[in-house]
């Protein structure tokens, strides 16, 4: 079985203004990946980091919404302070402090996959920067 870990962007595609195609391909992408999940294909691995940033989000239904689906997941876990010093170290590269985070988190997890539709952040994983032991993807 698949495990994954959706990081912020991915989630709040479902609550995205859907009129651009990509969104829209995106967000339906996101939704395969949830069946995926609740028909037990795959392990959805999610982390406080996760639910924090979604906390940030300004729009209150689409913010609740995402915390709904967050109640879903297989796991809500806690960084170790290992996955917090990684953190740190990946942000020092480059990496934006919450995408690190979700990185080190997703690690942290053994996921065989961080699904994340934000372009700088799947370059940086795929440029292996800081050596990350997981693949980042678009959904």
């Given at each position: 079985m698949a495990k994954i870990y959706l990081d912020?962007?991915?989630?709040?595609?479902?609550?995205?203004d859907q009129s651009q195609s990509r969104i829209q391909?995106?967000?339906?992408?996101?939704?395969?990946?949830?069946h995926l999940?609740?028909?037990?294909?795959?392990?959805?691995?999610?982390s406080i980091v996760l639910e924090a940033e979604i906390r940030?989000?300004?729009n209150?239904?689409?913010?609740?919404?995402?915390?709904?689906?967050?109640?879903?997941?297989?796991?809500?876990?806690?960084?170790?302070?290992?996955?917090v010093e990684r953190a740190r170290a990946l942000e020092a590269l480059g990496y934006g402090a919450f995408d690190a985070l979700h990185l080190?988190?997703?690690?942290?997890a053994t996921v065989d996959v961080l699904l994340t539709t934000d372009d700088r952040f799947i370059k940086q994983v795929g440029r292996r920067l800081g050596k990350p032991a997981i693949r980042g993807l678009n959904p």
């Open positions: 912020a962007c991915a989630l709040n595609r479902l609550t995205d391909t995106e967000a339906e992408a996101v939704e395969r990946v949830l999940v609740w028909s037990g294909e795959a392990e959805w691995k999610a940030r989000k300004p209150g239904e689409g913010r609740n919404d995402a915390l709904r689906l967050i109640s879903l997941a297989g796991e809500l876990l806690r960084p170790h302070r290992v996955s080190a988190c997703a690690e942290q």
